[in-house]
T-cell receptor
Framework: DAKTTQPTSMDCAEGRAANLPCNHSTISGNEYVYWYRQIHSQGPQYIIHGLKNNETNEMASLIITEDRKSSTLILPHATLRDTAVYYCIVRARIGGNKLVFGAGTILRVKS | EPEVTQTPSHQVTQMGQEVILRCVPISNHLYFYWYRQILGQKVEFLVSFYNNEISEKSEIFDDQFSVERPDGSNFTLKIRSTKLEDSAMYFC??????????????FGDGTRLSIL
């Protein structure tokens, strides 16, 4: 599975959009980008995933660059409850189904 | 919304004792997983399970560990003889599909295992 690089931490003002970047420059054609978050030692919570098209659900939007080497998770109106560690994970659709977690980005939403 | 449930939320065990961690995956899911997270460290994959067999396991998942789906709803992780370094949060996850599928894994809130 391709390696991902994320900033260690980010701050965001409450009510503003939080844009979390992820670099996955070695991603291959059959690998999906998944985003999870973990709120203070709770279990990782699935947010969204995509292959090459932008995706949106009730939690967030995922913007994947045309070359697929990077992506951005967007929380459109961050709240204090969005303070968490956000993980960007690349996983192949074929050949193994484990998730490999990195250190993620600590997002602090401030009032 | 259906969720993965884990019991107990906190387990305290003496070193050398056996411990069983229990999970109830989401009902229509077919793939099951265990991960662990030592305090302050990354979430680490332990094992995946499908069709009553282990489909993948990590180096951490040695002979002291075993998994079982004893009935149609439970999925368990057993540690035969616990060591101090087994102290961690243990997360169960499940997914509709596994290899060959892009369906996401959904996690429970974990069992905190403390070995004394």
């Amino acid at each position: 599975d391709a390696k991902t690089t994320q900033p260690t931490s980010m701050d965001c003002a409450e009510g503003r959009a939080a844009n979390l970047p992820c670099n996955h420059s070695t991603i291959s054609g059959n690998e999906y980008v998944y985003w999870y978050r973990q709120i203070h030692s709770q279990g990782p919570q699935y947010i969204i995933h995509g292959l090459k098209n932008n995706e949106t659900n009730e939690m967030a939007s995922l913007i994947i660059t045309e070359d697929r080497k990077s992506s951005t998770l967007i929380l459109p109106h961050a709240t204090l409850r969005d303070t968490a560690v956000y993980y960007c994970i690349v996983r192949a659709r074929i050949g193994g189904n484990k998730l490999v977690f990195g250190a993620g980005t600590i997002l602090r939403v401030k009032s | 919304e259906p969720e993965v449930t884990q019991t107990p939320s906190h387990q305290v065990t003496q070193m050398g004792q056996e411990v069983i961690l229990r999970c109830v995956p989401i009902s229509n899911h077919l793939y099951f997983y265990w991960y662990r997270q030592i305090l302050g460290q990354k979430v680490e994959f332990l094992v995946s399970f499908y069709n009553n067999e282990i489909s993948e396991k990590s180096e951490i998942f040695d002979d002291q560990f075993s998994v079982e789906r004893p009935d149609g709803s439970n999925f368990t992780l057993k540690i035969r003889s616990t060591k101090l370094e087994d102290s961690a949060m243990y997360f169960c996850a499940s997914s509709v599909g596994g290899t060959g599928s892009n369906q996401p894994q959904h996690f429970g809130d974990g069992t905190r295992l403390s070995i004394l």
